[in-house]
T-cell receptor, first 114, second 112 residues
């Protein structure tokens, strides 16, 4: 079963607007990562936030993590048409048999209209 | 080679045939992974390897096998393909577990 659940499943906005995607998970994690996938391509890593971090920035991306609520959000500010893609959260676990493995959510399809 | 490559890009296969999907990375990463991506189900881990010589089962390993004879290569074999294995397959690598993963371009496999 999927560890991460994302919402919304699809998001349609105008260029210049902000886009917010959310991810919830069920069990304790070591880190949470966000990836982007353009149509027909492999996934590209965007940002990693560790379980002891609450917020992280990278360019126009802002990620928050709330371990008490088992949730994360990805904010893309001042969106561009080139941001159109699917966005996935992935959770990494602390150890045992789950060490090193990521579990991906089903993704949010973001469409940014010019 | 730069990064991670997969071959073939796409393949149509008759049910019952054997097929090996190839994956090679030149980043000297310790860990490698195979995922399948199906519409509405996201990415699901098939098999992984934390270091050369070791492999482990992921979420959906049945019908697939892997080997990790060296650091660079991580082939995925379907011993006897079935239509439910129609999917897009992605190989990925990471320096070590729990780090960011680098993905290949994918192999689109259709089993008829």
């Amino acid at each position: 079963s999927q560890q991460g659940e994302e919402d919304p499943q699809a998001l349609s906005i105008q260029e210049g607007e902000n886009a917010t995607m959310n991810c919830s998970y069920k069990t304790s994690i070591n880190n949470l990562q966000w990836y982007r996938q353009n149509s027909g391509r492999g996934l590209v890593h965007l940002i990693l936030i560790r379980s002891n971090e609450r917020e992280k920035h990278s360019g126009r991306l802002r990620v928050t993590l709330d371990t008490s609520k088992k949730s994360s959000s990805l904010l893309i500010t001042a969106s561009r048409a080139a941001d159109t893609a699917s966005y996935f959260c992935a959770t990494g676990f602390a150890g045992g048999t789950s060490y090193g493995k990521l579990t991906f959510g089903q993704g949010t399809i973001l469409t940014v209209h010019p | 080679i730069a990064g991670i490559t997969q071959a073939p890009t796409s393949q149509i296969l008759a049910a019952g045939r054997r097929m090996t999907l190839r994956c090679t990375q030149d980043m000297r990463h310790n860990a490698m992974y195979w995922y399948r991506q199906d519409l509405g189900l996201g990415l699901r881990l098939i098999h992984y390897s934390n270091t050369a010589g070791t492999t482990g089962k992921g979420e959906v390993p049945d019908g697939y096998s892997v080997s990790r004879a060296n650091t660079d290569d991580f082939p995925l074999t379907l011993a006897s393909a079935v239509p439910s294995q129609t999917s897009v397959y992605f190989c990925a690598s990471s320096e070590r577990g729990n780090n960011e993963q680098f993905f290949g371009p994918g192999t689109r496999l259709t089993v008829l």
